[in-house]
């Protein structure tokens, strides 16, 4: 069974660094894509960015490039987001999926993690 | 960007309605074109990858047309499950981008 599961929520304050989690299994991690979709409260979704855990090959939504660092340690079939420095209006849910290579659909989701970074 | 649209942004339907939903590209995106179901509280799922291709598990009032910028989602029966906020999603360009979103709601 495919299955990609997050680390837990995280409360954070501004200016902190973070590092969040999404581990696959039940199929061959380093042959899909993993992308990362943002969605702040209440609204809608927005694709972050990508990477091929094979090779590394990372791929960034241009509103994101800069503020996130996408990575993957395939030994651990795990793949990561991470932020240098929060703000505030990071507060989201970040869900982690994979993405078979036709057809750039995600057809697995991660549960979610909820980041909440408040002074 | 490719950006894309989708109409209406919110819709209130009965059970046993059908429903349909849009989603229009600034450009051609051939049939990269997805659609999600999401719950509240819950991550979306793939009903519809390829403008029209069923994903397995998803029942078959849902279908999927379209190609090139303009595209529908199309819900035959409207079950109460169904209830629930829909995203399309191109996948042509290297950088993939969603729709806005639908919220189906109850009449």
């Known amino acids: 069974e495919v299955q990609l599961v997050q680390s837990g929520a995280e409360v954070k304050k501004p200016g902190e660094s973070l590092k969040i989690s999404c581990k696959g299994s039940g199929y061959s991690f380093t042959s899909y894509w993993i992308g990362w979709v943002r969605q702040m409260p209440g609204k809608g979704l927005e694709w972050m960015g990508i990477i091929y855990p094979g090779d590394s090959d990372t791929r960034y939504s241009p509103s994101f490039q800069g503020q996130v660092t996408i990575s993957a340690d395939k030994s651990i079939s795990t793949a990561y987001l991470q932020w240098s420095s929060l703000k505030a209006s990071d507060t989201a849910m970040y869900y982690c999926?994979?993405?078979?290579?036709?057809?750039?659909?995600?057809?697995?989701w991660g549960q979610g993690t909820l980041v909440t970074v408040s002074s | 960007d490719i950006q894309m649209t989708q109409s209406p942004s919110s819709l209130s339907a009965s059970v046993g309605d059908r429903v349909t939903i849009t989603c229009r590209a600034s450009?051609?995106?051939?049939?990269?074109l997805n659609w999600y179901q999401q719950k509240p509280g819950k991550a979306p799922k793939l009903l519809i990858y390829?403008?029209?291709s069923l994903q397995s598990g998803v029942p078959s009032r849902f279908s999927g047309s379209g190609s090139g910028t303009d595209f529908t989602l199309t819900i035959s029966s409207l079950q109460p499950e169904d209830f629930a906020t829909y995203y399309c999603?191109?996948?042509?360009?290297?950088?993939?981008?969603f729709g806005q979103g639908t919220k189906l709601e109850i009449k």
């Open positions: 999926a994979r993405r078979p290579g036709d057809w750039g659909n995600f057809d697995y």
């Open positions: 450009q051609s995106i051939s049939s990269y």
């Open positions: 390829a403008a029209s």
């Open positions: 999603q191109q996948s042509y360009s290297t950088l993939d981008t």
